[in-house]
C-alpha cells in the first residue's frame, strides 16, 4: 500500500517530491522514498566484497543528500542494494550490446517489483512531457519516449505505475523549483559528484539548468547548487555551447529563446565560434605538445593516476591552486582531488597554496593567467 519514488536529487526526481508529498489525492500522496544501486551513478561498489553499508559509505556525499531529502519531507528512505547491474553488465555476452539509456526505466520498476509487498504506487519521474511520446524504435531509444504507454502495461490491479511530472517539460519543472527550499539547497543534476553542480559549459545538465535559470532571471534563486558567479564572468563561453548543441533535443528550445532574450549576445558567440571552427593555433599546439609529452611519461605505466599523483606530491605539494579551465587540466585535477587539496578562486586564496596549476592550453591566456595571479601574490 505504500506510495514511493525514486531520489536522485536530479530535476525531474526533485519536481516529483515536491509536488506528490502535497498531492490533493490521499492514494497519491508519496509514503516512501527510494534509492537503489541499480541507479548509474550508485554503480561504483565491489560487487564480491561490498554489501549495503560499504556501498552507502562509498557514496557517502550523495547519500548526504538524498538524507536530507528524507529529513525535510519526513519520509522514510529505503536503500536497494543488488548486484542485479554488474551481474549484467559483466556479462560477455550482453556486454557489448547493453545501453544503459535503452534499460533504465525497466530496471528501477523491476526493482520496485521485487517489493511490491511493501508498493502499491510507484510514481516514476517522467524525464519527457507528454508531448514528445513516440512508439518508433521504441527498443533502441529512451524509454522516457513511450512511458506514457509502458506505465500503464507495467501497471496491474494491485501496483499502480504513474509518470511523476509528465505534464511539463523539464525547463518549467527547473523554474518551479526554484521556490522549493528543498531544491534550493540539494537539487544536483550534475553528472559529477562534487558538493555542488561543477556548474561547467561542457556539462549538459549543468547547461540546461543554468540557462532555463538565465531566461527567466531565476539564477540569485538557486546561487547555493550552481555556480552563478562562473557563469556570469564566462557567459559567452557558455553561449558558445549552447550553440554547438542547438540541434540537440535537450537545447533546441533553450537555443531559441536565448536569441529572442539576448539578440547581441548570442550574435558575438556565433561570431566567436565560427573564428574558432579552423586548425587549432600554434601557440595552442605548443602547449598542448608540451602537455602531451609530460601526460606520455607520466601514463606509460601501469598506474597513471599513482603517477600523476607523485608527480606533484614530490614536490611536496599538498596543496593546489587550480587555474584556467580545459579538458586536459580538469583531468588533471581529477585525478588528484581525493589526494591533493585543490583550490580555486572560488575556494581560496592563491598565496596559501603550494603551488599553482593552470589548466589552460593556449600560451596567450597562460601569459595573461600568470600575470594575473603574480598580481595576486605580490598583493
Known amino acids: 500500500g505504500a506510495v514511493g519514488t525514486a531520489v536522485t536529487c536530479g530535476v525531474d526526481s526533485t519536481y516529483t517530491i515536491m509536488e506528490y508529498t502535497n498531492d490533493k489525492y490521499d492514494s497519491m500522496k508519496l509514503t516512501h522514498l527510494v534509492v537503489a544501486s541499480v541507479s548509474s551513478d550508485l554503480w561504483d561498489f565491489d560487487v564480491n566484497n561490498d554489501d549495503l553499508i ?200 533553450l537555443y531559441q529563446m536565448f536569441w529572442q532574450k539576448y539578440p547581441e549576445e548570442m550574435k558575438k558567440a556565433q561570431e566567436s565560434h565560427e573564428r574558432n571552427k579552423g586548425p587549432v593555433s600554434r601557440d595552442e599546439f605548443n602547449t598542448l605538445l608540451r602537455a602531451y609529452d609530460t601526460l606520455l611519461l607520466l601514463l606509460s605505466k601501469s598506474t597513471p593516476r599513482e603517477n600523476i599523483i607523485n608527480f606533484f606530491k614530490t614536490k611536496n605539494i599538498n596543496k593546489l591552486y587550480y587555474a584556467g579551465d580545459s579538458k586536459f587540466g580538469r583531468k588533471i585535477i581529477e585525478f588528484l582531488n581525493k589526494d591533493i587539496q585543490i583550490v580555486s578562486f572560488k575556494t581560496g586564496d592563491v598565496n596559501s597554496c603550494d603551488a599553482v596549476f593552470i589548466g589552460c592550453t593556449n600560451d596567450k591566456d597562460i601569459a595573461k593567467m600568470k600575470s594575473e595571479l603574480l598580481k595576486k601574490i605580490n598583493n
Not at 67 to 81: C, D, H, M, Q
Not at 90 to 108: G, L
Not at 170 to 179: C, G, N, Q, V, Y
Request: aromatic content about 12%; glycine content about 4%.
Open 54 to 253: 560499504t556501498w552507502e559509505e562509498k557514496h557517502a556525499l550523495r547519500f548526504e543528500r538524498y538524507n536530507a531529502i528524507a529529513e525535510y519531507t519526513k519520509l522514510p528512505l529505503v536503500r536497494v542494494f543488488t548486484n542485479f547491474a554488474p551481474f549484467i553488465i559483466k556479462r560477455k555476452e550482453i556486454n557489448e550490446s547493453y545501453k544503459h539509456v535503452h534499460n533504465h526505466t525497466f530496471i528501477t520498476i523491476g526493482t520496485i517489483l521485487a517489493l511490491r509487498k511493501l508498493f502499491g504506487v510507484y510514481i516514476y519521474s517522467s524525464g519527457h512531457d507528454y508531448s514528445h511520446f513516440n512508439l518508433n524504435d521504441n527498443l533502441t531509444t529512451d524509454p522516457a519516449d513511450y512511458e506514457l504507454l509502458l506505465m500503464h502495461v507495467l501497471s496491474n490491479p494491485e501496483f499502480m505505475c504513474f509518470s511523476g511530472g509528465a505534464a511539463v517539460d523539464r525547463i518549467d519543472k527547473t523554474i518551479a523549483l526554484t521556490e522549493y527550499p528543498l531544491a534550493q539547497k540539494i537539487l544536483h543534476p550534475c553528472f559529477k559528484n562534487g558538493r555542488t553542480n561543477c556548474s561547467l559549459p561542457n556539462c549538459s545538465k549543468c547547461m540546461r539548468g543554468l540557462f532555463a535559470l538565465d531566461y527567466y532571471d531565476k539564477l540569485d534563486k538557486m546561487s547555493e547548487v550552481f555556480d552563478v558567479d562562473r557563469y556570469r564572468k564566462n557567459k559567452q563561453q557558455y553561449l558558445i555551447s549552447l550553440i554547438k548543441s542547438q540541434k540537440s533535443p535537450n537545447f533546441e528550445k
